[in-house]
């Protein structure tokens, strides 16, 4: 998995998380609560799993893993404002320059 297809994952995520938000907040319906709740957490199993791995791969750094992983359970903006960071910095445990990472 590429840096890139982990950021818009993240992005993804985020969407998902940002849509359940509205719709609890507004008051919506229980099964659309339901839908985005079970996205949001199988999103959020698949992303650390994906993440850990990238990890050893030292595709991202250790402290993106840890945003996405401990931190993207309950607020998965953390993690997607990890990537954008991550990507304006060109940090990478590799070295890469920031055109690889994009």
Same mark, same amino acid.
Request: glycine fraction near 12%.
């Given at each position: ?6 950021? %818009?994952?993240?992005? !993804?995520?985020?969407?998902? %998380?940002? #849509?359940?938000?509205? &719709? ?7 099964? #659309?609560? %339901? ?6 957490? *199988?999103?959020? *199993? &698949?992303?650390? @799993?994906?993440?850990?791995?990238? =990890?050893?791969?030292? &595709? *991202?750094? @250790?402290?993106?893993?840890?945003? =996405?992983? =401990? ?6 903006? #953390?993690? !997607? *404002?990890?990537?954008? %960071?991550?990507?304006?910095?060109? &940090? ?11």
């Amino acid at each position: 998995m590429s840096f890139r297809a982990l950021k %818009y994952l993240s992005f !993804t995520h985020s969407a998902i %998380y940002t #849509a359940l938000l509205v &719709v609890a907040i507004a008051g919506g319906h229980d099964e #659309a609560k %339901y839908v985005l709740g079970w996205a949001h957490g *199988i999103g959020w *199993i &698949v992303m650390s @799993l994906l993440c850990v791995d990238a =990890v050893r791969r030292r &595709v *991202i750094p @250790l402290w993106l893993g840890v945003m =996405v992983a =401990v931190v993207g359970g309950v607020g998965p903006f #953390a993690g !997607t *404002i990890g990537f954008l %960071y991550a990507e304006r910095r060109a &940090v990478s445990p590799a070295g890469l320059p920031q055109r690889d990472m994009v």
